[in-house]
């Protein structure tokens, strides 16, 4: 009992503390170096995590999740566009309690000679519940230093923040492809002036991805292009200016990576309409989701988000008026059947 009441103590810690982080990065406030302090090393040696490691195989390509760690997110607080009720009665229905404690996905795909990571995670910047993935990676036995390529769906702190290991780059071997609009966007000093309240995102942008454009290895595409054999780019904007859709494809089978166009699973797929604050342009990230939604529902293929419970990888089905997500069904193969 004691232990379950510690662990209830944290749990709650841990989400007041990620709960002001989160505004932190929204309201533009300096979070200072939690990964320093002895509250991180406390609560991690309180609560290691899970190790977040699933594989499965697309065709050709081994597929391996990767988790960053999770962070309770209020979505009372954050959720834009939802109806008197909606979020009380969805989380009531889905037996979870604000904040909702959120996972932090990032993926890597094994394709032949080249080991590519898609996203991540936060790196040092949001600790203490984030900051796994070089755990999650260790454990899959894969070094840093082997990836040879980094997809970043979108620059949030969240997914290219793992790209630095505080002044050192953590992939120092990779090319790192980021869609040119998205680098233009949060790379370009004028924009922080036109969007006040992400002026510590514009900051950790810079402190995050600056280092390799000076290294030369940032790679930018534009729309929708072919990466690698098997590899390619979707235009998907609304989240944010430049957010891309990576597609793997190989023997016919499919799975495309979402990055951030769900946050709140209980309630963005029944109603694709509901937003969040960090969306720069909600009515097209919206707009962008449906249109997904669509595809995905008609074709069948794979999806993996960055922020469905982990693995977050499952497949999309019509269901009423919205959508319904089912998860990939544990297998020891990953093959989900
Ligand atoms: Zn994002």
Redesign the pocket.
Known sequence: MQIHNNLRALRLRRATLALSLSFGALLGSSSSSWAQTPALKKARAAMPPQVGVYRMKIGDFNVTALSDGTIPISLHNLLTNVKPGQVTHTLEHDVLKDPVETSVNAYLIEAGSRLILVDTGSGELYGPTLGYLPNSLHAAGVRPEQITDVLIT?I?T??SGGLMNYQALAFPNAAIHIAKREVEFWLNPQNIAKFPTRKKLFAEARAKVAPYIKAGKVKTFSGDVQLFPGISTLAAYG??AGHTVYVLESKGQKMQFW??MMHAASLQFPDPDVTIV?DTDSRMAAATRKKYMVDAAKQGYWVAFDHVAFPGVGHIRTEGKGYRWIPINYSDDGSGQ
Do not use: A, V
Request: no cysteine; net charge negative; proline share 0%.
């Open positions: 979108h949030h969240d997914h989240h944010t990055g951030d960090f």
